[in-house]
Each structure stands twice: as structure tokens, then as C-alpha cells.
């Protein structure tokens, strides 16, 4: 192949130039994105049934749900919750399961269960999560304007207008409350006209309805029959009749006005003295579209809007997904672009000529390009794990163009030129290069099948990486010997050259003492493996960096039962907090019922935007400390510290430490998650610990005598539907005004919902027509009750948070936390781990496991091309030497062992499998040649010293700027290059001297055992 190329330059040209022209095109419309669009397997499914306590929504919806969806297949937990009036249950697959079909199994096991439902619950919502999950943009309508103008616009005008941008999915409103249709009724009123609260219901239900009435069939025309049975105004309504020409007007009133207020959003920017009342528009991408893109579109459309706004009012961001991203990327290809200069310039040292610099330099852009190409062709992004790829891939394209073009420049000094030389000078490296490009391909495949989601973010880091290594190889083969037979020649050596061949003088010198004292090198190095295996033991574990975008979430909960008053009182407290932190630049508050899916108002969330950067301000995990700390001194308030997930707030909490601890009894439960947090509160490098089991909620519990109900008549669903229709929020049905429809609901008057014995001011009606006293029938009492029951896998649970700080590891954590567990578990319990535990657990088994599959395809892929059992070992036997430095540079700059740096260690695997071979392979064949083994040691030194420190070098200085972790984002990118340089630090010197060594005992072996 290569020498058809070499004789055809122009149409080498037009082949290379195709990879860039396709390239710079996918690289204007590839989407850019934060994160791979990933379709997690799990399905959502949110049930409401108002007014219902969560042991009724446990035992009337929640465990139907999950009894039908326990005949799926492909099934890993199911997780549910039920609160008063819903019920939230996540199904989370397998993640071999197609999401789609998941979806399909979900939607058709819950109309199953809905057949048992009560009647009165509303339809399932099933949804699907993936990435687009997580918010585009937020933007807040803030200001002092009177609440009807700003509702009016947020519902009727804004979210219709963002609704109608290019990209967006979804638009959510926060803090908004419509206008419904009230009817308020006086029982004490009721009671002296001898009527109840059901015969009310009963008026307004037939009386406000508009049913088709059919149609007149004249001779020449048809007529349809349409019955106005609404009211078209709220004095319609009131003069609607009960009984004995009695009307609602008598009872109560009817008024057009605003929803119960039960949430409440407010904004401060940071040239604002305090916080302003708003609306917050949550606005969501649709799947697959370019995030930077639909963001800029949308920032565009609230520019256009803030100028139709009355005075008073303003829309401004309070969190753009695409700024953190535009940043991002923008400093990651500027890492990609500087550790192409640098790679440049170790190669213009080594060579001297600004010419054959620029032969290797052309692979970067080609395979870049390509591979860019590559991925917009097959529907990927450029991402923080694609775009890790090609920095990464910056050192390693230009290695195979290396070593091809030195083989060339070495038979040029032989004597030969031009298409002589460049023929001879690849074939002499051809089965090197397919030897070392394989091993380094070999050695990602297993990340693509990693079972995790983990796995399903790095797929296109791996991917990236095997697409630029086979285009290099391409190109190696092609363009590089092509250009060499016409620019390569034999010059006069710079500085930088002689000084190397001083080194390689030392060297040589070096490795022949090393050849004389085997047992010496062998104990210096087997002593730095087991250092690099003494430190790997006390290296820091975590899942994952946290990356400084410059945002975070504050989660507080007041106690349960709290008023929305006092809720209130609290948050303003919270806000006193962190308007005062020094770095907060602005941000946004909700809390209530509603926000983010919470059922009840005692709780919500700060969005908390910092500075930029450029201001000084410390790391956000700094930052995030100092909240913690300055917020845990407000009294009667749980703040939790968190970080948005890759699905967005409402996802729910995300933690370090998460178990689920699972029985048959919620008070045994309570008990014992009790004792666990007490101890992680005692032990110290635990923060945020907390629960999500609630049981003291305030209840009035309602208990009938049923013979005494009986003998007078009145049904259990009499009493429970008095009750549901003056302190619940009973929907009538809607209410039509102009273009717009709006919910028609009952209850009593406000005044008379203050107190709970009030009960003993309502009546029934009984058998004989006379109303009767309700505590007649009833008793009742205040006690405490659950806010929430939680089940996982169809058991009770109790799910235990926290992170972790002062220094303390992740890995260090789950152990410590395990035995807590255990210390404390009773017979009849067990404990799982969940959430982002679970994932470092499984994560790092399954990274193992693809290390050594790496390991063993490498070994048997250099078994097949040397077609020796033995070789093979000679190069993986070099692989420990890398342990050292991986760990001590982990140490030394502070860094910990994350799934990033992981992947730097199978990285590193690939480089150091690449060196030994390109030296063993040119050993193996001199001996084929003649040369007897300690000078075909020296000869193949000779040869492949130079293009091994190359392509070492390049690798080493094009991860330099991504190393210093300066950029946006870094913080994701630099424990991979910090352990791939580290490891090449204490590898390629080791190697260098041992392979030769290693090499001679194992040939030695093969040679008696053939004996």
C-alpha cells in the first residue's frame, strides 16, 4: 500500500486534503455539548391523587404500580416514594435495555394498574430520562410590577414565545400561580340553611357543565344544539341554586382570583440591593439538539422580549448550561491547539529542519480533522469526554508519522534517497507500527462495553481515541512516506542534535553496564514497583473531581409540617447568608410546593451563581466549605450542598456516601437510620448527612364509629367527602373566560381552614333528612405521621446521604460506612448501595476488569504478530515500572484516583506496550538478520532510541497544558494527563534499561526449553 502512495504524490494530496476539507465542515455543524446525549434506562412515573396521605397513595397506587411492573423484564431496582397526593416511582433497567422498549413495558404494566386506582386519581405520567433532562437555560421574570401582570405574561406571552424557539423542548414555570375559579363556602352558613358541603358539590356539578345536545335535521340545513350550562361569570356562578331556593351567594362566594400561594420564586443579581419577587421560566433543550445553539437562540428571543416588557419588569438568566460549555470547549481546543505547538517543537529539536518537522506535524491536523469528521458522521458531539480524546490523541497521531519518517531519515544516512529510501525506511517499520497502533487500539475496545454509566460517557473518549489512531496509522503509511521521499535529507546537526548525541554516547555506555549488572537493575526496579504499589494503597479514591463551573445548589427543608409562612422566614434568613458571601454573583430561590416536583412547602433550592474566575475567587469547593459552614447556624433548617446532575436538579440529591438500608418495619427503620446518621455526624469528614425518611408530620388523624355512622345513616364516603370538599381543593371542572380555560375548585372559607377544631363545626346529613353534629360520628386526635414512605425493590427503605471532606476519600468512606452498617443492621434487614456509590463501586470493578482485558488482548495480539509465546512477556512485563510515577504525581499534586485517572492508567498501558514493542520488534529482527543477541540489543538502540523518546516526548509535552489545570473545565482533564505523564516519568527510563535484560533471561528460557 505504501508504495503506491509514495509514487503518487498529488494523489496522496487529494486524499489527505479530503480528511481536512470534511473535517473543518463537521467541525462547524458538529454539536457541541457538556455531556454525550445519553438515553440512561430509566423510566419516571409520577401518579397524583389530592388530598390522599402517603399511606393511601402507598397502598392504592404505588404497590398496584409495582406489582405489574415486577413482570418486566430487565428490571434493576425499582425506587419509589409516596408523598400526600403522589406518588413518584423510578424504574431504573438494565443497561443493555433498549430505552424505548423500557419505556413501552412501563406504560403498559401502569395502565394495568390503573384499572385498581381509585377514581378520583389522575392519569400516570411516564417519562423517559436522559441528558436533555437537565436545563438548557433559566430565566426569571422579576420585579416589583403587581403580581396579575407578571403571571399573565409569564403563562400567557413569555412561555408561549420561548415555546416557540428553534430547540426547545420544554418550558417549565416556577413560582407561578394561575388564576382559578373559587367557590368558598361558610359551613357555619350552611349549617343554619340546613344544607351540607356535598349538596353544594352537587349544585355546581349539575349546574356547570356543558354536555353535547345533538343536532335539528331540517330539510335544507342542520342545525347543532349547543347548551350554555356554564357560568360565563363569577355572579352566575353564586346565583346557582343548592335547595329551597337557596343559593351559593348564601353560603359563600365566588371570585375569579389567583391559586392558593404554596411556592414562591425570588432573584437578586448582583447590582441588586435585595432580592425581587419572580417567575422563573426552566426552559429544556430537545433530544439531540446542540445545547450552545438552542441557548444562544433563546438569549436572543429574551432580548427581543425585555424591550415589549412594562417598566418595572425584566427578564435576566439565572443559569446558562452554555456559557460553562462555550468556555469549555473553547480552552479545550486551545489546550489541543498549544500541545500541537509543543509537540511541533520537540519534533523540530529532535530533527533540526524546519521541513521534516513539518512531515510528522501534518498527521495532527489530518487525524483531528478525521476524526472529527468521524464523529459528526455518526451522530456524536464534541463533549468533555470526546474532546479529552482528541487532546489526548494530539501526542499519539504524530507517533507512527515519527517513526516512519525516522526510519527514512536513518537509510538516508545509510546513503539511499528519495523513493528508495522512503520504500525501504517503512518496510523496515511497517510491522512495528501495525504491531504498536494495534496494541493501542486493543487497549480501549473493552471501554466501549463497559457495563456502567460511566462506561456510557467514556465511549467516546475511546471511540475518539480509535478513530485518531487508525487515521494516524493511514496516514503514516501514506502521506508520511510520500512527503519524506521528497523532503527528507541529511543536514548539517543543530545545537540541540549534538548535545543529543552526547546523551546517546552516555546512554549506550549506561545500557552496557546494564547488560554486565542485571541483578542491580532488576532489584531497582522491582523496588520501585513495589513502592508504586505502596502508594497506589494510600492514594485518595473519589468517583469524580468536582469541576469548578462556577455553580451550585443549596437543598434546605425547615421541619416537616412547616407553615409557608415560616418557610418563608427561614429562606430570608438563608438569603441574609449568602447575599453576604463575597463571591456570589447572583442567585435564584424557590421553595414551596411544586418546585422541582416537592409535595409539600417546607423545603427548596438556592441556584447559586459565583464570580467568574478572573475575579480571584477560590475553587467552588471552597466556596461551597464556607456555606456549609456559615448555614449550618441557622436554627430549624437542613442545608444540603450539592452540584447539579447531569440530569438537572430534578433528579433529585446526589451525594458521596449513599446506602439504602431496607425491612419490613418503617418505625424499625427509623431506628436504625437514626443510629447511622448519629455516627456519621460523630465521625469526623462527613458533611451534608441526612435522610429522606420524615415522620413527624402533624397529622389530625379521623377515626369513625362505624355502628354509630350505620344507625344514622351515614356513609363512610359521606364523612370523607364533607372533609375532602371544605379542607381539600375539590375540582369542579373548568372555568371558560375569552380564549382561556382555567380550573373551577371548592373549599371552605379561608378564616374557618385555621384551626383543625373547627371539624366540630361541620355536619352531615343523616338517613332521616336532619343534619347531625360530624364529631357525632367521629373522633379525632393530633399525632404524628410520615411525610413520605419510601420503598426500594418493593421493600421499606430509608436511603442515608453524605459527603465527604477534610481530606477523607470516597473509597475510604464506603468502607467506613459499610461497617456502620453492618454494626447496626438487625436479623431481617439488609443494606444495598445507591446513587453515585453504587456507581464508584461498580465503576471501578468494571474499569479493573477492562484493564485486564486490555492487558490480556495486547498480549495476545503481540503473540500473534511475533508468533512467540514468550516475547510477548517481555513487553508486559514492563508495564508495573509505570506504578510509581502514576501514584507518586497523583500524590504530589494533590490529585486523587477518579475515574479520569483511570482511564490515564489504561492510557498509560498502550504508550508503554508501544515503546517495548517498537524496541523488541527491531531486536527480533536483526537476530532474524544475523546479529547475535547482545549486538542486536545494541543495534536496535541504535536505531529506535531517537523515535522512542519522540514519541514520548510529544505524548508528554502535548499533555503539559491540560496537566496544569488553568483552563475551563480542567478539572475533568488533568488527573488523566497528570497520570499519564507520571507514568511515562518512571516507565520509559526503567524500560529502557530492563526490556534488554528481560529480553536476554527470557530468550535464555525459550532456548532451553527448546534444549
Do not use: C
Not at 715 to 733: H, M, P, R, V
Amino acid at each position: 500500500m505504501y508504495k503506491f502512495f509514495i509514487q503518487r504524490p498529488i494523489t496522496t494530496w487529494m486524499f489527505m486534503l479530503s480528511f481536512i476539507m470534511v473535517g473543518l465542515y463537521s467541525l462547524k455543524y458538529i454539536p457541541i455539548d457538556r455531556n454525550p446525549n445519553v438515553d440512561f434506562p430509566v423510566v419516571s412515573i409520577t401518579t397524583t391523587y389530592a388530598g390522599a396521605s402517603p399511606y393511601v397513595i402507598d397502598t392504592n397506587i404505588t404497590r398496584y404500580i409495582e406489582d405489574e411492573l415486577a413482570t418486566i423484564n430487565g428490571i434493576e431496582a425499582i425506587n419509589s416514594a409516596s408523598y400526600t397526593g403522589q406518588s413518584r416511582i423510578t424504574v431504573i433497567f438494565d443497561l443493555d435495555k433498549d430505552i424505548d422498549i423500557a419505556a413501552q413495558e412501563v406504560r403498559d404494566a401502569v395502565n394495568r394498574a390503573q384499572k385498581n386506582f381509585p377514581p378520583d386519581a389522575d392519569p400516570p405520567i411516564v417519562r423517559k430520562v436522559d441528558t436533555s433532562m437537565a436545563p438548557t437555560v433559566s430565566i426569571l421574570l422579576h420585579g416589583y410590577a403587581d403580581y396579575g401582570t407578571m403571571s399573565y405574561l409569564a403563562d400567557k406571552v413569555l412561555k408561549r414565545e420561548f415555546e416557540r424557539v428553534q430547540g426547545v423542548g420544554e418550558v417549565d414555570l416556577a413560582g407561578f400561580r394561575d388564576y382559578v375559579m373559587w367557590v368558598r363556602i361558610d359551613p357555619l352558613k350552611l349549617a343554619g340553611l340546613k344544607l351540607t358541603p356535598i349538596d353544594v358539590v352537587r349544585a355546581l356539578q349539575a349546574n356547570n357543565v356543558e354536555i353535547p345536545s345533538g343536532r335539528v335535521d331540517s330539510k335544507d340545513r342542520e342545525y347543532v344544539l349547543r347548551v350554555y350550562g356554564k357560568g360565563r361569570t363569577p355572579q352566575d356562578i353564586e346565583n346557582i341554586i343548592i335547595k329551597n331556593n337557596v343559593r351559593i351567594k348564601d353560603v359563600g362566594k365566588a371570585e375569579f382570583t389567583f391559586d392558593e400561594k404554596r411556592g414562591l420564586v425570588r432573584f437578586k443579581t448582583f447590582d441588586s440591593k435585595e432580592a425581587e419577587p419572580a417567575i422563573a421560566l426552566i426552559i429544556y433543550k430537545q433530544s439531540n439538539e446542540n445545547t450552545v445553539t438552542v441557548a444562544k437562540r433563546v438569549i436572543e428571543k429574551m432580548n427581543e422580549l425585555n424591550k415589549q416588557l412594562p417598566q418595572g419588569l425584566r427578564l435576566d438568566i439565572n443559569f446558562d448550561a452554555s456559557t460553562f460549555i462555550d468556555r469549555s470547549v473553547n480552552d479545550a481546543l486551545h489546550e489541543i491547539i498549544l500541545g500541537s505547538i509543543l509537540t511541533s517543537f520537540v519534533v523540530f529539536l529532535f530533527l533540526g529542519n524546519f521541513k521534516m518537522t513539518f512531515i510528522p506535524s501534518m498527521a495532527i491536523p489530518i487525524s483531528i480533522l478525521g476524526t472529527i469528521a468521524f464523529l459528526f458522521f455518526f451522530k456524536q458531539s464534541l463533549n468533555t469526554f470526546t474532546l479529552l480524546g482528541l487532546a489526548v490523541a494530539v501526542g499519539l497521531v504524530i507517533d507512527d508519522a515519527i517513526v516512519v519518517m525516522e526510519s527514512i531519515y536513518r537509510r538516508n544516512e545509510e546513503g539511499l534517497r528519495g523513493i528508495e529510501a522512503a520504500e525501504k525506511g517503512t518496510r523496515t517499520v511497517i510491522f512495528a507500527l501495525l504491531a504498536s497502533t494495534a496494541s493501542l487500539i486493543v487497549i480501549f475496545i473493552p471501554v466501549l462495553f463497559i457495563k456502567s454509566v460511566v462506561g456510557r460517557f467514556f465511549f467516546g473518549f475511546a471511540l475518539t481515541l480509535i478513530v485518531a489512531i487508525a487515521i494516524s496509522y493511514i496516514v503514516s503509511l501514506s502521506f508520511t512516506p510520500m512527503l519524506s521521499a521528497r523532503l527528507v535529507e541529511v543536514k548539517e546537526e543543530n545545537f540541540f542534535q549534538r548535545v543529543y548525541d552526547k546523551f546517546e554516547n552516555w546512554f549506550d555506555k549506561a545500557l552496557k553496564w546494564s547488560l554486565n549488572h542485571k541483578a542491580i537493575v532488576l532489584t531497582i526496579s522491582i523496588v520501585t514497583v513495589f513502592i508504586g504499589f505502596k502508594l497506589a494503597s494510600i492514594t485518595p479514591k473519589e468517583f469524580s473531581p468536582i469541576v469548578d463551573e462556577g455553580i451550585f445548589l443549596v437543598r434546605f427543608e425547615t421541619p416537616t409540617g412547616s407553615s409557608f409562612e415560616f418557610v418563608d422566614k427561614k429562606a430570608k434568613e438563608l438569603e441574609k447568608i449568602i447575599s453576604s458571601n463575597p463571591y456570589v454573583l447572583r442567585y435564584g430561590l424557590a421553595f414551596g410546593e411544586g418546585i422541582l416536583g416537592r409535595p409539600t412547602v417546607n423545603g427548596g433550592l438556592f441556584f447559586i451563581t459565583l464570580k467568574d474566575k478572573s475575579t480571584g475567587r477560590p475553587h467552588q469547593k471552597v466556596i461551597m466549605d464556607m456555606m456549609r459552614k456559615d448555614l449550618s447556624k441557622v436554627s430549624d433548617v437542613r442545608a444540603i450542598i450539592d452540584i447539579p446532575s447531569a440530569v438537572g436538579p430534578r433528579a433529585g440529591r446526589s451525594a458521596d456516601v449513599m446506602y439504602i438500608i431496607k425491612g419490613s418495619d418503617l418505625n424499625e427503620l427509623e431506628k436504625i437510620s437514626s443510629q447511622i446518621e448519629s455516627k456519621l455526624r460523630q465521625t469526623p469528614g462527613y458533611t451534608d448527612v441526612d435522610t429522606d425518611l420524615r415522620i413527624n408530620q402533624p397529622e389530625v388523624r379521623v377515626e369513625i364509629d362505624k355502628d354509630k355512622a350505620l344507625s344514622l345513616g351515614v356513609s363512610t364516603e359521606d364523612i370523607a367527602n364533607t372533609l375532602n370538599f371544605l379542607f381539600g381543593k375539590y375540582k369542579i371542572g373548568t372555568y371558560e373566560r375569552g380564549s382561556e380555560s382555567y380550573n373551577f375548585y371548592v373549599k371552605a372559607d379561608e378564616n374557618f381552614l385555621t384551626s383543625f377544631d373547627n371539624l366540630s363545626k361541620v355536619y352531615v346529613r343523616a338517613k332521616d333528612g336532619s343534619l347531625i353534629p360530624l364529631t357525632s360520628v367521629i373522633t379525632y386526635q393530633l399525632a404524628p405521621g410520615f411525610n413520605v414512605i419510601n420503598r426500594y425493590n418493593r421493600q421499606y427503605s430509608v436511603t442515608i446521604y453524605a459527603n465527604v471532606t477534610g481530606g477523607k476519600s470516597v473509597g475510604e468512606a464506603v468502607s467506613e460506612v459499610e461497617n456502620m452498617i453492618k454494626q447496626v443492621l438487625p436479623s431481617g434487614y439488609t443494606y444495598e448501595v445507591g446513587g453515585q456509590t453504587k456507581e464508584f463501586k461498580r465503576t471501578f470493578a468494571f474499569l479493573g476488569l477492562a484493564l485486564l482485558v486490555a492487558i490480556i488482548a495486547v498480549y495476545m495480539i503481540l503473540a500473534s504478530l511475533f508468533e512467540s509465546l514468550i516475547h510477548p512477556f517481555t513487553v508486559l512485563l514492563t508495564l508495573p515500572f509505570a506504578v510509581s510515577g502514576v501514584f507518586a504525581l497523583i500524590l504530589f499534586t494533590g490529585q486523587t484516583l477518579n475515574v479520569t485517572s483511570y482511564f490515564g492508567i489504561i492510557l498509560v498501558v498502550g504508550l508503554v506496550t508501544r515503546d517495548s514493542v517498537l524496541f523488541i520488534e527491531r531486536i527480533i529482527q536483526l537476530k532474524k538478520d544475523g546479529f547475535d543477541t547482545i549486538n542486536a540489543i545494541l543495534q536496535a538502540r541504535k536505531e529506535r532510541l531517537r523515535p522512542i523518546l519522540m514519541t514520548t516526548l510529544t505524548i508528554f509535552v502535548s499533555l503539559i497544558p491540560v496537566a496544569l489545570g488553568i483552563t475551563e473545565g480542567s478539572e475533568m482533564r488533568q488527573p488523566l494527563a497528570i497520570a499519564v505523564i507520571g507514568g511515562l516519568m518512571t516507565a520509559l527510563p526503567l524500560s529502557l534499561f530492563v526490556i534488554p535484560i528481560i529480553y536476554i533471561l527470557l530468550d535464555k528460557v525459550k532456548f532451553l526449553s527448546r534444549k
